[in-house]
């Protein structure tokens, strides 16, 4: 059987892919303490994430230009493209769930919530491995599989966390607060999932 895409983004590219997932591991880090420290500890940490969003939106341009440059459909520069710049968004994510602690200055969290973001940190480390595979698509079977029971995990743990936030209840401004970081936390889930469906689309269109 032919192959819709026989030949491939030259595989040198694929290191920066591999980067991009490396630091959405490295903010996942950053976002699990941010979420589970005080506000001190937030503070010192949260400029991390910021760090972290800057360098992704640097290694998508370079992933932009090399997709310019070459011998591929346009349908999968697309897909990678879009690949790249929902693993930025994530990362962006991750510091928007920071800005929103350190600026309400809230306090302990629901535990939901620190278990939420365990899961973050077990996706973007799968995705790390996934990036290994970009090459040879087809190896990407269980990626989506993975990503989509982590989503279900995910939306499960928010809805815990919102759960607990009301019954313990508590000044209004911080419920608030906290509910806006609980859906934070639930959007960078659900951007995660989008990079797994994003890579399964490219295993299946290879197929």
């Excluded at 011998?71 to 990678?80: Q, S, V």
């Excluded at 209840?169 to 960078?188: P, Y």
């Amino acid at each position: 059987m032919v192959q819709l895409f026989p030949q491939r983004v030259e595989k040198p590219m694929y290191h920066l892919f591999g980067e991009l997932a490396e630091l959405m591991v490295q903010a996942a880090d950053a976002h699990s303490k941010v979420l589970g420290l005080g506000y001190r500890e937030r503070m010192r940490v949260a400029p991390r994430l910021h760090d972290h969003s800057t360098r992704a939106e640097e290694l998508c341009r370079r992933i932009a230009t090399r997709l310019a440059d070459s011998l591929i459909t346009p349908y999968e520069a697309e897909l990678l493209y879009d690949l790249a710049l929902t693993i930025a968004d994530t990362i962006d994510s991750m510091e928007h769930t920071a800005e929103l602690l350190v600026l309400a200055r809230i306090g302990t969290l629901p535990t939901a919530l620190l278990e939420a973001g365990k899961g973050i940190e077990r996706a973007a480390e799968i995705t790390v491995v996934a990036s290994w595979s970009l090459y040879r698509v087809r190896d990407l079977d269980d990626y989506y599989v993975q990503m989509r029971k982590l989503k279900r995990q995910g939306d499960r743990l928010t809805r815990q966390a919102l759960g607990e936030l009301y019954q313990r209840g508590g000044a209004s401004t911080e419920l608030l607060a906290t509910h806006d970081v609980a859906r934070a936390v639930s959007g960078t889930v659900a951007l995660q999932e989008r990079v797994g469906r994003l890579a399964d689309l490219l295993r299946v269109k290879d197929a």
